[in-house]
């Protein structure tokens, strides 16, 4: 009985287990199902349509919930990204032909993630492509403008908006406020109609209850903005109905944006201030925005730099430019404002982005940033993802601290990735270190903290380590030079000691600083170059000279008696020549070197009482000579070469040792100090002298005419430069005569000797400095 009860339990117990199992199944089923279902809710994308205008090319994304999206540009090849995050592409899984307007083709790709993101990769048929997306609940229009727009561009937030297809029924829609001129207004309702949808607007702002509900708040009215213009100042002054609230901030230093808060600006008074010839302003933009608050923005470009000054008198604003002085930056931030990079768009309303900066700052200096040019517009979008993409972009290998957290939002449009990557890391107070290929951000504390942990560890390692001594040979240095310069790379351990017999340097010291002077050895101990220095030297003289002079007298003899006359009579009674035997002794002075001369004399030599001697003397002469010389000499870099040529006059001196004989120097003194440059150029030192015996002489020694010139010349291997200008001309235009005689005309000749001369000299010296190749 006891057995049977026993196998009886047994079967009761299994079929129980039985049971359950086939209960079960069905539930386990459904919990899939129920975790399948779970996973497969959610939004997807309903709709792709695009539609061309003149004025544009729009896309319309619609969706089952509201869409959330990031988008960037891309320029290789021209695409526009848009990620829509927590949504499915539904039933669009291939390629979209398109080929209207801007697009070619969109590329819908659903990213393998938990977080279900889709891409739409668009591609363009232009780079640099500035677009807007338009905001409903369960919708984006990206619009893209075929004519590039201004600084006014902002996302345009709609709250409500019905498209159809044209053969259902339109219906009313609400939009707010337009936030460009007039102008732009029409076009963006242009940008709305298409052939395949039909958008209808009801704007809130223009219906009488709300025309008259503002006019109830008392809005504040601009009701003008005037330019008034000095030489050195341009105001702009804004004039409203009651206080204004102002806020002013610059875009790179060349743009300068006030914008007021609260204000209306009427429709018909939004032209442009007329702007003629003025100083510091081209062109002034106004535009309209109504969300997240109503403002109009005044942007005036600026044609130079310049800084400026605020000052507001109840309801009159007025902004003073004036002229940049001492390194004043131009972006003076008066009230809350924020010195925003002239190629970052404002793509959320300009109050959420910027926030009253610590201190003024200066202009940001434009950097080389060699990256590939992207455009990306952000909005919340989490900083980690933004990190990746441009990771992405660059083909960087990055690692991203757990500290780095947030959320950014911005608008760049054509800028180079890393110029990007700064401005963002820049924003959220993070930093980047590079090590070999891989690019590390974290927050700066943490990156200083390691880089401080990092060197106490190397300096404890650098004390734990053993010294190593090795003794190194300098070949073309001085031992003692070099080491001066190595000092500076030993550790705080190290010791350096200079053998002078031998020329070497003994040096103790870790393992790695052993390797690093290796190393900086090597670098500095290398052969001078040597310079060869070929001079030409030419020295050209020319001369001229001229004299004529004349000689003549006479005698007259006669017997003795009362009544002698004689040119000059002796006590015997007879009559000769004179004295120093002509009566005019005016010979040609020798200038001119060896003379010539002709005489005669008139009468007869026995008997005759009268005789005349004349005798004329002259000589010319010219000459040219030319002394080329062309010495060589080799010196090394930085080494001082003189080239001399020339002689050394003796004279005496007395002195209580007695009488000596010394010289001085008489001569052609060249001295070149040449210097190679690392480019292979030679800069030279030039002095030149040219020194030679003078007329005056004092006790014995004569006097030393000087010519020097200094100069400073850089010229190319193996480049020839001259100097030449050392001219030395002398002139001489003598007279010699008898006092007024020689005066006399016609006759003066008889009276007067003359000498003439014109010597030219002229120095040129051509200096050609070649580099000595070194064998090494």
């Known amino acids: 009985m006891k057995i049977l009860n026993f196998r009886l339990i047994r079967y009761l117990i299994l079929i129980t287990a039985a049971s359950s199992i086939v209960a079960c199944s069905p539930r386990v089923q459904q919990i899939k199902d129920a975790e399948f279902a779970r996973v497969s809710s959610g939004p997807k994308l309903t709709n792709i349509e695009v539609t061309d205008s003149p004025s544009s090319t729009q896309i319309l994304l619609t969706s089952e919930d509201a869409l959330q999206y990031t988008s960037f540009n891309l320029s290789d090849p021209p695409r526009l990204i848009i990620d829509l995050s927590d949504v499915s592409g539904g039933e669009f899984k291939e390629p979209i032909l398109v080929n209207k307007g801007l697009i070619r083709t969109i590329?819908?790709?659903?990213?393998?993630?938990?977080?279900?993101?889709?891409?739409?990769d668009i591609r363009l048929t232009k780079d640099s492509i500035a677009y807007r997306i338009y905001r409903r609940e369960n919708a984006l229009i990206v619009d893209l403008p075929k004519e590039t727009e201004d600084i006014f561009s902002e996302q345009v937030s709609i709250p409500s908006i019905v498209v159809q297809p044209q053969d259902m029924a339109a219906k009313e829609v609400n939009v707010p406020e337009t936030d460009l001129n007039s102008q732009k207004?029409?076009?963006?309702?242009?940008?709305?109609?298409?052939?395949?949808?039909?958008?209808?607007i009801e704007s809130k702002s223009i219906q009488n209850g709300e025309k008259t509900t503002e006019k109830q708040e008392g809005i504040n009215v601009i009701r003008d903005i005037k330019i008034v213009s000095s030489d050195n100042k341009t105001d702009i002054v804004i004039i409203a109905d009651k206080d204004i609230d102002a806020k002013t901030f610059t875009v790179e230093g060349y743009k300068i944006v006030i914008d007021v808060n609260n204000v209306k600006y009427p429709a018909a008074k939004e032209e442009m201030p007329a702007i003629d010839n003025n100083r510091f302003i081209s062109k002034i933009r106004i535009g309209r925005h109504t969300t997240p608050v109503r403002k109009i923005r005044v942007v005036a470009d600026l044609k130079e730099e310049a800084t400026y000054d605020v000052s507001k008198d109840g309801n009159i604003f007025t902004l003073s430019i004036v002229p940049k002085v001492n390194g004043t930056s131009p972006e003076k931030v008066i009230a809350e404002g924020k010195n925003i990079p002239v190629n970052e768009a404002v793509a959320e309303p300009a109050e959420k982005k910027m926030s009253k900066p610590a201190s003024v700052s200066r202009p940001i200096v434009a950097l080389k940033y060699p990256g590939k040019k992207v455009s990306l517009d952000f909005q919340d979008a989490d900083i980690i993802n933004v990190l990746r993409l441009l990771a992405e972009v660059s083909k960087l290998n990055m690692v991203i601290g757990d500290n780095v957290a947030g959320k950014v939002t911005i608008k760049m449009l054509d800028v180079p990735w890393d110029q990007a990557l700064d401005v963002i890391l820049k924003m959220k107070g993070l930093g980047k270190v590079y090590e070999d290929n891989v690019l590390r951000i974290d927050t700066l504390s943490n990156i200083a903290r390691q880089q401080e942990d990092e060197a106490k560890a190397k300096d404890a390692m650098v004390k734990a380590e053993d010294l190593v001594t090795q003794i190194l040979p300098v070949n073309?240095?001085?031992?003692?030079?070099?080491?001066?310069?190595?000092?500076?790379?030993?550790?705080?351990?190290?010791?350096?000691?200079?053998?002078?017999r031998t020329n070497m340097l003994i040096i103790k010291d870790i393992k790695d600083k052993q390797e690093e002077i290796d190393k900086l050895l090597k670098t500095l101990d290398k052969p001078t170059p040597q310079v060869l220095i070929e001079a030409r030297i030419v020295q050209a003289d020319s001369n001229f000279a001229k004299d004529l002079g004349i000689q003549w007298g006479g005698s007259y003899t006669s017997t003795p008696g009362d009544y002698n006359v004689g040119i000059i009579s002796g006590p015997g009674g007879s009559v000769g020549a004179p004295t120093t035997g002509f009566a005019v002794n005016l010979p040609a002075a020798g200038v001119a070197g060896t003379k010539g001369s002709v005489g005669f004399t008139i009468g007869k030599t026995i008997g005759d009482a009268f005789n005349l001697d004349l005798r004329l003397s002259a000589g010319e002469t010219k000459g040219l000579t030319k002394v080329l010389s062309a010495p060589k000499i080799a010196t090394l870099d930085n080494r001082e070469a003189t080239i001399q040529q020339g002689e050394s006059i003796p004279y005496k001196t007395v002195s209580q040792t007695g009488t000596k004989t010394e010289f001085i120097d008489a001569t052609l003194t060249l001295k070149v100090t040449p210097k190679v440059t690392p480019d292979g150029h030679i800069a030279m030192n030039i002095r030149i002298s040219k020194n030679r015996q003078g007329s005056i002489v004092v006790e014995g020694t004569p006097s030393i005419n000087k010519k020097e010139a200094t100069t400073e010349v850089l010229v190319k291997d193996g480049e020839t430069t001259v100097i030449g200008g050392i001219y030395e001309i002398t002139d001489v235009d003598n007279v010699s005569g008898i006092p007024w005689f020689y005066q006399v005309p016609i006759f003066s000749w008889l009276f007067k000797s003359t000498q003439k001369s014109n010597i030219k000299s002229e120095l040129l010296i051509f200096i050609t400095p070649k580099i000595i190749p070194v064998n090494t």
Do not use: C, F, Q
Not at 107 to 120: G, H, I, M, Q, S
Not at 484 to 496: H, P, Q, V, Y
């Open 476 to 500: 073309y240095a001085k031992a003692g030079d070099i080491a001066e310069s190595i000092k500076k790379s030993l550790s705080s351990r190290g010791d350096i000691t200079v053998d002078i």
């Open 107 to 120: 590329y819908p790709v659903e990213a393998d993630d938990p977080n279900r993101v889709t891409r739409l």
């Open 185 to 200: 207004s029409e076009d963006k309702d242009d940008k709305l109609k298409s052939k395949e949808m039909e958008v209808v």
